[in-house]
């Protein structure tokens, strides 16, 4: 993995957590779709997430495939937390995260929350996702002033798609779906098996299923 030291040499500007799930792919894939290609363009960095989610150590080998395909460098995720509530565990991982990537010179983090709960938008999480952003952002701009600029921005891209418009878009973007931690059936975790059954017939309809793997973008 990439260091703090080392990533700073190039001074990123934009930071993107991956689960390896969907929503994550889709995120990274849209940030790098929107980047500079000059070669003196720095690379983004990809980061590991959420930091105190036990499933993250299993999704990280695929986090890595990730990042290889699509151009990415690696940030070491922040220590993870032993949190009483799912939401106290949400805020701190993010908000570690994000102070990261402000270390790091970056001006942006593209936090993959997703709201989508088949074909509608929970209203009362996508509410949830954007305060959190926007709370944090505001907390890391006033902390990191003069490290990574006057303001640090949470992008949300992916918050208020559908499930169905989340795999649309990923075919849009040709995302390496085929990198998702679940994709090649290899996990017995009852996650795994949830998340095929979630996106595996919507990511056929909408032209990609889980295919070879591509190459990288550079």
Do not use: K, Y
């Not at 080392?6 to 990274?28: F, N």
């Not at 779906?177 to 056929?204: F, G, K, M």
């Amino acid at each position: 993995m990439a260091t703090p030291e080392q990533s700073l040499l190039t001074r990123p500007t934009t930071l993107v957590l991956c689960d390896a799930d969907l929503p994550g792919i889709v995120a990274a894939a849209a940030t790098r779709e929107g980047e500079p290609s000059a070669p003196d363009t720095p690379w983004p960095l990809l980061m590991p997430f959420p930091a105190s989610d036990p499933l993250t150590q299993a999704r990280e080998p695929a986090c890595l495939r990730i990042a290889e395909l699509l151009s990415f460098r690696i940030a070491p995720p922040p220590a993870p937390i032993a949190a009483r509530t799912v939401g106290e565990s949400e805020c701190h991982d993010l908000m570690a995260a994000a102070f990261v990537a402000a270390a790091l010179g970056c001006n942006s983090l593209v936090w993959p929350a997703h709201a989508g709960r088949g074909d509608a938008v929970d209203i009362d999480r996508l509410a949830q996702i954007q305060d959190r952003a926007a709370l944090i952002s505001r907390l890391v701009s006033l902390e990191a002033r003069g490290v990574s600029g006057d303001q640090f921005t949470i992008q949300t891209p992916v918050a208020d798609l559908t499930d169905l418009q989340l795999a649309e878009l990923a075919a849009d973007l040709a995302a390496p779906v085929e990198a998702a931690w679940w994709a090649d059936r290899a996990s017995t975790l009852p996650q795994a098996a949830a998340a095929i059954a979630r996106w595996e017939s919507l990511l056929i309809d909408a032209g990609l299923g889980i295919g070879p793997s591509r190459t990288g973008r550079r």
